[in-house]
């Protein structure tokens, strides 16, 4: 039963787990898909608006027809728009900082991707950071923490395996450590404030835990 934060009859938010797509594309694959679930489990047809990776979980945003869609992907690519995420990272970075270099999609063209950061805890090697989006490029926490050399634990396309292969052994953790922790955008049509912020799974506070941070 996939938790849902919010909906009425425009709009829903939802508090998407890990494994998850979004929706089924050539490289899903046999992995579940969250757009179909939805309409199992709502009894309704929803529209994607925006994304996130399978691996990251945490608050994503649907609509219950083409006119919501619309309104609701201009509201969200709003600069009022919040999207915060938290990751566990390699290395220890400053109190607060910006990412800013640009990048290619997939027609290898430059865009430019800002995101901003705030060191949350320092943990060893590691940090945890809470990370607000300014611009929505694909992957862009993810390739912004490897240009830097702060991978993200559990980051197959643009982490280390090493790295991976340490949090599996001595954790068992086995999933990227990126949850988007807050989703916050004016309703498209009431324009109302929708603010919602998913607690961490139990898999990433059970990792923290271990590595005695209180959650």
């Known amino acids: 039963m996939i938790e849902i934060l919010y909906q009425d009859k425009d709009i829903c938010v939802v508090n998407k787990p890990s494994g998850y797509v979004v929706h089924k594309t050539k490289g899903s694959g046999s992995f579940p898909i969250l757009l179909q679930t ?30 919501s869609a619309r309104n609701l ?18 290395g220890s970075l400053d109190s607060k900082g910006t990412f800013d270099r640009p990048l290619n999609n997939e027609k290898k063209i430059k865009q430019e991707a800002v995101t901003h950061y705030k060191t949350l805890e ?15 490029r694909k992957h862009q926490i993810r390739r912004h923490l490897s240009h830097e050399k702060h991978h993200i634990i559990g980051d ?60």
């Open 38 to 67: 939805l309409r199992d489990q709502l009894g309704a047809y929803l529209y994607p608006v925006h994304r996130l990776d399978r691996g990251t979980s945490g608050a994503i945003a649907f609509a219950f027809s083409p006119e």
């Open 73 to 90: 992907q201009t509201s969200l690519q709003s600069p009022t728009s919040i999207k915060k995420y938290i990751t566990l990272c390699l």
């Open 122 to 136: 320092t943990i060893g090697d590691y940090s945890l950071l809470e990370l607000q989006l300014v611009t929505g």
């Open 156 to 215: 197959v396309n643009h982490g280390k395996g090493w790295l991976n292969r340490m949090f599996r052994e001595k954790y068992e953790f086995h999933r990227l450590f990126l949850h988007c922790s807050e989703l916050s955008f004016t309703h498209p049509f009431t324009n109302e404030n929708i603010s919602e912020s998913p607690d961490l799974p139990l898999e990433l506070k059970q990792l923290l835990n271990q590595l005695k941070v209180k959650v």
